[in-house]
């Protein structure tokens, strides 16, 4: 069973940074695609970030590109996600996931796709 636990979140003032992580344990995840997504209240979950197995390729969306960062350490079996020049529309709750099909990145946008994910970490980010 793997148990994956974001930390990092909070409030910040528009500008400002955050580094969101995402601890995995139950399984090594070395072989697997992970990404972030994010839920801002009364709106859907929308992907924010992925990273391939070896974080060779990683993805953004649009909204984030140029601003966030996914990197991941394989050997302490976590993601990161550095978030800088953080908005007002950044506010969310932000979740890691987990796909398990190994060395497979051709879905990283697609929430359904992943079969793992943590509790979330709540951003707020302050005008």
């Known amino acids: 069973q793997v148990q994956l636990v974001e930390s990092g979140g909070g409030l910040v003032q528009a500008g400002g940074s955050l580094r969101l992580s995402c601890a995995a344990s139950?399984?090594?995840?070395?072989?697997?695609?992970m990404g972030w997504f994010r839920q801002a209240p009364g709106k859907e979950r929308e992907f924010v970030a992925a990273?391939?197995?070896?974080?060779?390729?990683?993805y953004y969306a649009d909204s984030v590109k140029g601003r966030f960062t996914i990197s991941r350490d394989n050997a302490k079996n976590t993601v990161y996600l550095q978030m800088n020049s953080l908005k007002p529309e950044d506010t969310a709750v932000y979740y890691c996931?987990?796909?398990?099909?190994?060395?497979?990145?051709?879905?990283?946008?697609?929430?359904?796709?992943?079969?793992?994910w943590g509790q979330g970490t709540q951003v707020t980010v302050s005008s």
């Open positions: 990273i391939n197995w070896n974080g060779g390729s990683t």
């Open positions: 996931a987990a796909d398990q099909r190994i060395y497979y990145s051709a879905t990283y946008d697609r929430a359904n796709e992943y079969e793992d």
């Open positions: 139950g399984l090594t995840l070395s072989k697997n695609t």
